[in-house]
């Protein structure tokens, strides 16, 4: 097990510097568990290498994840429902594991040995992905619209396939909450230019995957559709591995934290806490107990509450952060159906452009991407001082207030995309396509196109807005676990989208008629996009309600840190 003193555990929660030494990066020390400088060390310097590498980890998970509708229903043959409902497995998977990452990074490995372990992970599973794809006998473009089926896969490639797009979301579960949390530990939130600053790094944070996932968007879809799905997941593979190449060479320019004594996560304190209060209750509830002895086990039970005073407090400041992370489940299933269903649609219709040049269906998530970078440094330059003025705050508006105005922009967005699909069922009908799914629809992909820039828009204030509550209201020996329980809205998110799709297939094809039919023509996405937007609108209203009781954690000073 690594030393406690060891640099590389990059955890907050020791003392490597004094708050009066404006030199010094409180509580830091560099790769050699020196006092971390403030001049050679942090800051945007090594910030930029850690976004960096979280752009190539974003362009490898999205790689995958974007148009794997496409490869489960083509290549793989799976029915509609059945590919979405694996999807929204997956993905929930692969947004809870960060839960198990971050507990082993904040109580054990650290922060920077979890990277480094998750990226070698990512870089064998995109390979193995990649190799899977060999196993099949079906040319790359079978299943899609106007070619022939696929044979069906064997039971071989099957295997392949699951056990390497697994060991992805496992990889991912350890490389996405560190990363973040890393990248803010470069900045001191006690020195008042690097708080500033720790605030702007969330906004250009999540600008920069956006900025990468576009390219990821249009470049990979088209290898995918056009060239080989062996390609198409072989590329990522080798980006990460640049990507971990990129990580080490900033390893002298990190801060790092280091923890005092041994430290155990919050789950195994809190197991701890819990076997000594039932020991004593044991005892006191045994017949034979003594009045003398009963009064010692209840000095006994005092002792283990004061003894876990800490825990107790760490335990509250999670629990009070429920409310809030519950309210936003709905929007995470809406998330969802960017890389699922709306896929589906848009590859039903008319994509031609220009001269016999046909987007990939997968490719219209660019314009959440596109959307995103536009707004970003709209909203980080121009929104924020602009509300700043008004309302006092470094950051113009609350975290929640933020949030809350995403959930809405989502709420609409799927609304739009209901009256979009419903339009496409008709223009289907009037042109005799209802039982012809491999014909396009005369309908451009355009339409499509704001709905796309809607959930763009939610991103810029609820996805921020969320990491940045999350990584805030935690304690600050548990922001690894904070960026996690924001993922894990995503990965129930997702169960509650794939069980929601399981369930309704089953009760429609029943009826006769599913509203996720293998022929999109005969089917009603419009339907169940509206049951969301229902769902968003109710979700919205008692979110509001917590978010105005919800008062936020004080902040310590460097001083007051100090004085403790």
Same mark, same amino acid.
């Given at each position: 097990?690594?030393?406690?003193?060891?640099?590389l555990?990059?955890r907050?929660?020791?003392m490597a510097?004094? *708050?009066g030494?404006d030199?010094v990066?409180l509580?830091?020390v560099d790769?050699?568990?020196r006092?971390?400088s403030?001049?050679?060390?942090g800051?945007?310097?090594? *910030?930029l290498?850690i976004?960096?590498v979280?752009?190539?980890?974003?362009?490898?998970?999205?790689?995958?994840?974007?148009?794997?509708?496409s490869y489960?229903?083509?290549?793989?043959g799976?029915?509609l !429902?059945k590919a979405?409902?694996a999807?929204?497995?997956w993905?929930?998977?692969a947004q809870?594991?960060?839960l198990?990452? *971050?507990?082993l990074a904040?109580?054990?490995?650290?922060?920077?040995?979890?990277?480094?372990?998750?990226?070698?992970?990512?870089i064998?599973g995109?390979a193995?992905?990649?190799?899977?794809?060999?196993?099949?006998?079906g040319?790359h473009?079978?299943?899609?619209?106007?070619n022939?089926?696929?044979?069906p896969?064997s039971?071989?490639?099957m295997a392949a396939f699951?056990?390497?797009?697994?060991?992805?979301?496992?990889?991912?579960?350890?490389?996405?909450?560190?990363?973040?949390?890393?990248? !803010?530990?470069?900045f001191?939130?006690?020195?008042?230019?690097?708080?500033?600053?720790?605030?702007?790094?969330?906004?250009?944070?999540?600008?920069?995957?956006c900025?990468?996932?576009?390219?990821t968007?249009?470049?990979?879809?088209?290898v995918?559709d056009?060239?080989?799905?062996?390609?198409g997941?072989?590329?990522?593979?080798?980006?990460m591995?640049?990507?971990?190449?990129?990580f080490?060479?900033?390893?002298?320019t990190y801060?790092?934290?280091?923890?005092?004594?041994?430290?155990?996560?919050?789950?195994?304190? &809190?197991?701890e806490a819990?076997a000594a209060w039932r020991?004593?209750?044991?005892?006191s509830s045994?017949p034979?107990?003594?009045?003398?002895?009963?009064?010692?086990?209840?000095?006994?039970?005092q002792?283990?509450?004061?003894?876990?005073?800490?825990?107790?407090?760490?335990?509250?400041?999670?629990?009070l952060l429920?409310p809030?992370?519950a309210?936003?489940?709905?929007?995470?299933?809406?998330?969802?159906q960017?890389?699922?269903f709306?896929?589906?649609q848009?590859?039903?219709l008319d994509?031609?452009?220009g001269?016999?040049?046909?987007?990939?269906p997968?490719?219209?998530?660019?314009?959440?991407?596109?959307?995103i970078v536009?707004?970003m440094?709209?909203y980080d330059?121009a929104?924020v001082?602009l509300a700043r003025?008004?309302?006092?705050l470094?950051s113009?508006?609350?975290?929640?207030?933020r949030?809350?105005?995403?959930?809405?922009?989502?709420?609409?967005?799927?609304v739009?995309?209901?009256?979009?699909e419903?339009?496409?069922?008709?223009?289907?009908?009037d042109a005799?396509?209802?039982?012809?799914?491999?014909?396009p629809?005369?309908?451009?992909?355009?339409?499509m196109?704001p709905?796309?820039?809607?959930?763009?828009?939610?991103?810029?204030?609820?996805?921020?807005?969320?990491q940045?509550?999350?990584y805030?209201?935690v304690p600050?020996?548990m922001?690894s676990?904070?960026?996690?329980?924001?993922?894990s809205?995503?990965?129930?998110?997702?169960?509650?989208?794939?069980?929601?799709?399981?369930?309704?297939?089953?009760?429609?094809?029943?009826?006769g008629h599913?509203?996720?039919?293998?022929?999109?023509?005969?089917g009603?996405?419009?339907?169940f996009?509206?049951?969301i937007a229902?769902?968003s609108?109710?979700?919205?209203?008692?979110?509001?309600?917590?978010?105005?009781i919800?008062?936020?954690?004080k902040k310590?000073s460097?001083? &007051?840190t100090t004085?403790?």
């Amino acid at each position: 097990m690594p030393s406690s003193s060891d640099p590389l555990l990059a955890r907050a929660d020791g003392m490597a510097g004094e *708050a009066g030494d404006d030199d010094v990066a409180l509580a830091a020390v560099d790769h050699r568990g020196r006092p971390a400088s403030r001049a050679s060390t942090g800051r945007w310097r090594s *910030a930029l290498f850690i976004i960096a590498v979280e752009i190539a980890e974003r362009f490898s998970f999205y790689g995958v994840s974007a148009n794997l509708i496409s490869y489960l229903t083509g290549p793989l043959g799976e029915g509609l !429902a059945k590919a979405a409902s694996a999807i929204n497995l997956w993905n929930g998977v692969a947004q809870l594991l960060p839960l198990l990452g *971050a507990a082993l990074a904040d109580s054990w490995l650290g922060r920077y040995r979890m990277i480094l372990l998750a990226s070698l992970l990512y870089i064998l599973g995109l390979a193995m992905l990649a190799f899977s794809t060999l196993l099949s006998s079906g040319g790359h473009k079978c299943g899609t619209a106007g070619n022939t089926p696929c044979p069906p896969p064997s039971g071989l490639q099957m295997a392949a396939f699951y056990t390497s797009l697994y060991m992805v979301a496992l990889a991912q579960g350890g490389h996405k909450p560190c990363v973040q949390a890393f990248g !803010a530990d470069q900045f001191d939130e006690t020195h008042p230019k690097e708080a500033v600053s720790r605030s702007s790094f969330f906004n250009w944070w999540y600008f920069g995957i956006c900025a990468g996932t576009a390219v990821t968007l249009v470049f990979l879809s088209y290898v995918q559709d056009n060239i080989g799905w062996g390609l198409g997941f072989g590329i990522p593979c080798i980006v990460m591995a640049f990507a971990l190449a990129v990580f080490l060479l900033g390893t002298h320019t990190y801060r790092y934290y280091v923890s005092v004594g041994k430290q155990r996560s919050l789950f195994a304190r &809190a197991g701890e806490a819990f076997a000594a209060w039932r020991s004593s209750r044991r005892k006191s509830s045994s017949p034979l107990t003594a009045p003398e002895s009963s009064a010692r086990v209840d000095e006994e039970e005092q002792e283990v509450v004061a003894s876990n005073a800490d825990l107790i407090e760490e335990a509250k400041s999670v629990l009070l952060l429920f409310p809030i992370w519950a309210t936003c489940l709905i929007y995470a299933v809406a998330f969802s159906q960017s890389s699922t269903f709306f896929t589906k649609q848009a590859a039903t219709l008319d994509r031609s452009v220009g001269h016999g040049l046909q987007v990939p269906p997968a490719a219209l998530q660019t314009f959440i991407s596109v959307t995103i970078v536009i707004l970003m440094p709209l909203y980080d330059r121009a929104l924020v001082p602009l509300a700043r003025r008004y309302t006092g705050l470094p950051s113009g508006i609350t975290m929640l207030q933020r949030i809350g105005v995403g959930m809405v922009l989502s709420l609409v967005s799927m609304v739009v995309a209901a009256l979009v699909e419903a339009r496409r069922l008709r223009v289907a009908a009037d042109a005799g396509l209802t039982d012809l799914p491999n014909v396009p629809v005369p309908m451009s992909l355009w339409w499509m196109v704001p709905q796309y820039v809607l959930f763009g828009a939610a991103d810029v204030f609820t996805m921020v807005g969320l990491q940045e509550f999350f990584y805030d209201q935690v304690p600050d020996k548990m922001r690894s676990l904070g960026l996690s329980l924001y993922l894990s809205i995503f990965g129930i998110g997702s169960f509650i989208s794939s069980g929601l799709v399981s369930g309704i297939d089953n009760a429609t094809s029943a009826r006769g008629h599913s509203w996720f039919s293998n022929n999109l023509n005969r089917g009603h996405l419009d339907y169940f996009y509206w049951l969301i937007a229902g769902l968003s609108a109710l979700e919205l209203l008692v979110y509001v309600f917590f978010a105005v009781i919800f008062k936020y954690k004080k902040k310590t000073s460097a001083i &007051a840190t100090t004085a403790d």
